[in-house]
Structures are given as C-alpha cells and as structure tokens.
C-alpha cells in the first residue's frame, strides 16, 4: 500500500516551509503527496519566492483544490500518514480547531483528527493575543499538534535554508517520517553526529 501524505499550505507568511517539504517528500519514493493549497497561499508564493504555483504544484503527486470537499482525502476511508499545514494561517488555525470545514484544508484535517491520525500546524503568528492561544489550546484538545516554526540555534545555523530544514525535519520526523534534514542534539559540547546536518 501507498503510503500518503497531505500538505496544506495556507496563506501566512514562510510558505517556503512547504515547499521545502514538497521538495523533500518528491524524492522519497514511498511517500505520495497530496497538496492543497489555499488562494491566499498562492498569492504569497509569489510575494514571498521565486517560485511559481505551477512549479509548487508539479511537486507534488496529486494536487486538490481547496473547493473540493468531495475529494478523496475528504474521507477517512482514504488512508493516510497523516497531514502537515506549513505554514498555518490564523484563519485556518480557526477552522480546525472549530470542525468548520468549509474548505479542504480544514476538512482534511478534521477528518485526520477524527481518525486519530496526526496532524502537524505550522501556526505562523506573531505575537499572539490570547484569542490565538484559546485558538491552539483547542486544536491541541482536538489532537493536533501545534508546532509554530521557531528556529533552533544549537546546530549553528549559518543560511535561512539551514533554518527552514531544521524545522521541516522536526516536523517530518514528528509525524514518523525519518530524515537527516535537522541537527540532533547529543549533549552539551557534542559536535553534530556524522551523518547529520
């Protein structure tokens, strides 16, 4: 069996962490990929990369229109690894922490919460005020995790795509997709382990 896995990308700023996820996943081939990606997404692809929406979306193996929530991944029977919303906008937070599934995205994701399957938010926000954190308090209660990209500096980091793969290999790795994208920790004054970066 195919082992599936659904990418959202809505529309906060740092979309480049699901590209960088799509990227990464496009060369594992055990993994599919399913994409959605939001209309205010596709706007900050443009603002935010060099990227085009047709290039985003020939990484992945299938793409979805955030309007089809007749779509296979909007059915539990459809199996898969779970999901990873990166980034995750406020709105999109809301939705899935209230069920309110009136895109894909949201629907997608309610439907991996309710088959115990996990689902990973990349909430990008900041600062928060308190109705976000009742917001994440939610999505945390309905069994997402919440996994805002805040960057780690142990690993000494020395360009932005150094960040951006640490946290999309923390992110893959959180769901139970193993890689060498992150810098693991060994203890103070360990130097990083000889295959990783």
């Known amino acids: 069996m195919t082992n599936r896995l659904i990418i959202g990308i809505s529309g906060a700023s740092g979309v480049i962490y699901g590209i960088r996820l799509l990227e990464v996943l496009a060369q594992d081939n ?5 994409l959605i990606l939001s209309g205010a997404a596709k706007a900050t692809i443009t603002q935010e990369t060099d990227w085009t929406v047709k290039a985003v979306e020939a990484l992945a193996d299938v793409v979805h229109t955030p309007g089809n929530i007749g779509a296979s991944i909007a059915s539990g029977s459809f199996d898969t690894l779970g999901m990873i919303v990166a980034p995750c906008s406020i709105k999109s937070l809301s939705a899935i922490a209230h069920s309110y599934d009136a895109d894909l995205i949201a629907r997608a994701a309610d439907v991996q919460l309710k088959e115990g399957r996990p689902v990973l938010l990349l909430v990008r926000e900041t600062p928060l ?3 976000h954190i009742k917001l994440m308090l939610q999505a945390a209660e309905n069994g997402a995790i919440l996994m805002p990209p805040v960057p780690a500096f142990y690993g000494k980091p020395q360009t932005v795509d150094d960040i951006v793969n640490q946290t999309v290999g923390r992110a893959l790795a959180r769901i139970g997709i193993k890689n060498q994208l992150y810098f693991e920790w060994l203890g103070m004054g360990k ?3 000889a295959d990783g970066e």
């Open 191 to 193: 130097d990083k382990s």
């Open 129 to 131: 005020h308190i109705g």
């Open 30 to 34: 055990t993994i599919e990929t399913h």
